[in-house]
């Protein structure tokens, strides 16, 4: 995205007249969430333990994260870049994820 940033800007303006300003911040800025996903990935996909039932004794048990499959993204026209991106990276800076 870095590298082709100025291709992107230059198509929501062409598609959409966008000013390049706003079209950086409201399409471009998903760089900083992609740089938070990236930093907490292994945090995120590691493995959690959890507890078992005494029946079970001496067992353990642990939750690992895997992919959920395949997605269709379908991006709407007034925020096209942003809004198929961002699912993309997978965690919204929005959740209330612990950092």
Not at 5 to 28: C, G, H, M, R
Request: hydrophobic letters at 45%.
């Amino acid at each position: 995205m870095v590298e082709r940033q100025t291709q992107v800007l230059a198509a929501l303006k062409t598609d959409l007249n966008k000013p390049e300003v706003e079209a950086y911040l409201s399409e471009i800025g998903v760089v900083k969430e992609i740089d938070h996903a990236i930093r907490h990935l292994r945090r995120w996909v590691k493995p959690q333990t959890v507890s078992t039932p005494i029946e079970q004794f001496p067992a353990k048990a642990e939750i690992h994260a895997e992919p959920l499959g395949v997605v269709l993204i379908i991006s709407p026209w007034n925020y096209p870049f942003q809004l198929m991106i961002s699912p993309l990276v997978g965690r919204s800076p929005l959740a209330t994820v612990p950092c």
